[in-house]
């Protein structure tokens, strides 16, 4: 625990208090009803953030739609064993997203609220993934760096731009941070008091690994395993073991290894029949030491990249961690801060020696960071920052706001030649969160300054995640696929559409599953013979080719429409025009 000065106030003196304004006045009641109704107001907060955009955007290219795509046909077929998209095995990841997909789409559909072709019933369990994280940041955190610290740094947590980013899409990471979120907080308490750890919390900390093992293999246990070998070295004494760790007791490893393996197993040995060894040899020789060795699908970044990135992706309160740093590595002695030190730093450092990387690659640290951060701003005996760091500190919040309305601007204008209303909206939201936020930080108000930030985020993600990003018609190029063909031509089964030039996983979730990826346009025109009724899809740069195997067939083609917009995986544009073969 944290000495007895971690939990003192520091509310404002009374002339302070007699002078405030308005705002400040409405701050502090809003912060008197969140130290209330603490769960509910994170709720509440949650969804304000992650909701936006969430059931407007289409589904995004590439993970979410491979990964939508997948539980789709899952649920399709009813073979909740194997993942694949389309007839292509995705032996990458294991299953857990997927059953929480499928589960999600069922009560969706038996509720009548929505049904598989809607993406949103896909990304329930990624929002729910992030509301828990945040949930449990607040729960667990109030043993390692008290109540109100807690608070903030969940609601910190909540506003994070990665976090909210990973909350509408249809994958792993924010049902993954849920899962080490609750087993970091559980060894949390088995570090910090293990002669009270019970073995129900025991037996909950092995689940939720297994939990977290289901949904993205290796990565949910290697944070404690690296936090523990940690904490064993750094707590040993002088004269000592070598490891001293009597946390780990506690923690009941001798029953709870095996509780996690048998909630892992089952499905390990199901797909290692089903596939023959494959899913192995793909997950571990192709994906993780892929993306160890190399960056994988382009996404290479040196070393410090995440240190370089921490500021945009931690958007709008994550300079509270950069300002808490020094006095938190000052303060390493205590139990709670060395534990939430240690359950960053090497995390952090493999994260940063992969080679491919990602901005949520380190989404697991963040719980611990936040809490930091926070535990920082509410100590009334801390250390204040030089004002160096106030300043880049300053700097790195208006900077990211600017750049999110610049964006807002900037990328429906360039795709479309003109902005959305609600574009226009994201510069005053930027400019009142710039302006909140620096008034608290001249006071050297941090905790309300990180508070504000959070709250003012919300009007600048409205204006990109759903006045902004859903209306650039351009770069949602499958929607208006699917659209064309049931308008020109309905009830065409997917086995008989073919596409070439423009291979993304989105049209596969919007068209079917059956939908031929043709590789060339010669392939485009013999795909037309094979079957009547058939249509294809020719992207521009396959036109010639298309035209000039269908005449050597002496097919007499019919244009059925054409579809253009932004292919925004690559970088460039695309009109895709549809054909069949005209009736006699």
Not at 390 to 398: M, S, T
Request: proline residues 6%.
């Amino acid at each position: 625990m944290l000495d007895a000065r971690r939990h003192a106030t520091s509310q404002p003196s009374p002339p302070l208090r007699m002078s405030a304004t308005r705002l400040d006045l409405r701050l502090d009641q809003m912060s008197g009803a969140a130290q209330r109704w603490p769960r509910l107001v994170l709720v509440l907060l949650c969804l304000a953030l992650f909701l936006p955009g969430f059931f407007s955007i289409p589904a995004t290219d590439r993970d979410e739609s491979r990964f939508a795509q997948a539980t789709r046909q899952m649920v399709e077929t009813g073979d909740y064993v194997h993942i694949r998209v389309g007839e292509e095995e995705r032996n990458k990841k294991p299953v857990g997203i997927h059953w929480a997909q499928a589960a999600s789409v069922h009560l969706l559909e038996a509720t009548g609220l929505a049904d598989r072709s809607d993406i949103w019933a896909y990304r329930l369990p990624s929002l729910l993934g992030a509301i828990l994280a945040v949930l449990a940041t607040f729960q667990f955190g109030r043993g390692l760096v008290g109540r109100r610290a807690a608070m903030l740094g969940a609601a910190m947590l909540a506003g994070c731009m990665v976090l909210m980013v990973e909350a509408h899409i249809a994958k792993t990471d924010a049902a993954l941070l849920a899962s080490v979120t609750a087993a970091m907080g559980l060894f949390g308490l088995a570090y910090l008091r293990p002669g009270s750890f019970s073995a129900r919390q025991a037996a909950a900390f092995w689940v939720i690994l297994g939990l977290g093992v289901l949904l993205k293999g290796p990565i949910a246990p290697m944070v404690p395993l690296l936090t523990g070998l940690t904490l064993a070295i750094t707590d040993r004494r002088r004269g000592g073991p070598w490891l001293h760790a009597p946390w780990l007791g506690a923690l009941r490893l001798s029953w709870g290894l095996p509780l996690m393996l048998a909630i892992v197993l089952p499905w390990m040995i199901a797909i290692g029949i089903a596939t023959e060894g494959r899913f192995f040899s793909q997950a571990i020789g192709g994906d993780m030491l892929g993306k160890v060795g190399s960056g994988d699908e382009k996404h290479w970044g040196p070393p410090g990249f995440y240190l370089l990135t921490f500021l945009v992706a931690a958007f709008p309160a994550g300079f509270l961690v950069l300002l808490a740093l020094r006095q938190s590595w000052a303060e390493r002695g205590q139990p709670a801060i060395r534990f939430l030190i240690a359950w960053v730093v090497p995390t952090w450092l493999v994260f940063e020696a992969v080679a491919t990387k990602l901005p949520h690659y380190t989404l697991p640290t963040y719980p611990a960071l936040m809490m930091l951060g926070a535990a920082w701003a509410l100590d009334p005996l801390r250390t204040e920052p030089p004002r160096w760091l106030r300043w880049l500190a300053r700097l790195a919040v208006a900077g990211v706001a600017l750049g999110l309305a610049a964006v807002a601007v900037a990328l429906p204008w360039f795709v479309t030649g003109h902005e959305p209303l609600g574009a226009l909206l994201a510069l005053p939201a930027a400019l009142l969160l710039i302006w909140l936020t620096w008034r608290e930080m001249g006071r050297a108000h941090w905790a309300r300054a990180a508070a504000v930030a959070v709250v003012a985020a919300l009007p600048i993600y409205v204006s990109v995640m759903q006045l902004t990003f859903p209306r650039i018609e351009a770069i949602w190029i499958a929607p208006r696929i699917e659209a064309l063909l049931a308008r020109a031509a309905p009830g065409l089964p997917s086995e008989k559409f073919g596409i070439t030039g423009h291979a993304e996983p989105s049209t596969l979730f919007h068209v079917g599953g059956g939908l031929q990826l043709l590789r060339r346009g010669e392939d485009a025109a013999i795909f037309l013979t094979a079957d009547a009724g058939r249509v294809v899809a020719v992207g521009d740069r396959a036109e010639a080719d298309f035209r000039r195997e269908a005449a050597r067939l002496g097919l007499r083609l019919e244009e059925m429409g054409s579809v253009d917009g932004l292919n925004y995986t690559r970088g460039r544009r695309v009109t895709l025009r549809f054909y069949r073969v005209a009736t006699p």
